[in-house]
Nanobody
Framework: VQLVESGGGLVQAGGSLRLSCAAS????????MGWYRQVPGKERELVAA??????YYADSVKGRFTISRDKAENTLYLQMNSLKPEDTAMYYC??????????????WGQGTQVTVSS
């Protein structure tokens, strides 16, 4: 299984970005999918996750980020609005064979960098 992220870049604080994650398998073949982020020297953080009928958001992004899946495009998205400098990180797409949104993920993309300037 391959996951390929895109959509990262440099944006000013208050701006928006939409990350995409294309999969080599049907995204609905995974029981859960999520977006993580990591900055150098810090632990990887689960930002948002989705499974049928349920979503999860980290407190730091609630109300600003939205995770979604598009069956026709076979793509996972992360719409990020009202971006803050502290959102700067490498963002990773992940897929899980379990239904636990905050559990272990089995497949990972290579990441896309998001940089928010103040």
């Amino acid at each position: 299984v391959q996951l390929v992220e895109s959509g990262g870049g440099l944006v000013q604080a208050g701006g928006s970005l939409r990350l995409s994650c294309a999969a080599s398998a049907s995204i609905f073949s995974f029981n859960a999918m999520g977006w993580y982020r990591q900055v150098p020297g810090k632990e990887r953080e689960l930002v948002a996750a989705i499974r049928s009928g349920s979503t999860y958001y980290a407190d730091s992004v609630k109300g600003r980020f939205t995770i979604s899946r598009d069956k026709a495009e076979n793509t996972l998205y992360l719409q990020m609005n009202s971006l803050k400098p502290e959102d700067t990180a490498m963002y990773y797409c992940a897929a899980s064979r379990t239904y636990d949104l905050t559990g272990e993920y089995d497949y990972w993309g290579q990441g896309t960098q998001v940089t928010v300037s103040s």
